[in-house]
């Protein structure tokens, strides 16, 4: 399960996992992954991506996280 993946440090099964899913949830968890590196590259431009993807859904922590680096110009992260 992707809460143990992340729990035990396994970013990039929890990467891997998150990727296969739509919901706005995992869209979001997966671009606060690719904002800090963990389990793979840096890629805020995709993290963008997603969390814009995830706000048109409703999300708000997405929304939230997305307005801050448009904001700031910065990635700034929240924990996962």
Do not use: F
């Amino acid at each position: 399960n992707i809460r143990d993946q992340l729990q035990r440090g396994d970013y990039a099964g929890a990467r891997g996992a998150l990727a296969a899913l739509e919901a706005p949830e995992a869209q979001h968890r997966l671009a606060v992954l690719m904002l800090n590196g963990q389990g793979g590259a840096v890629d805020a431009r995709q993290a963008r991506d997603l969390l814009d993807r995830a706000a048109q859904a409703g999300h708000g922590p997405a929304a939230l996280l997305l307005a801050r680096i448009y904001m700031t110009g910065r990635s700034t992260t929240l924990p996962c």
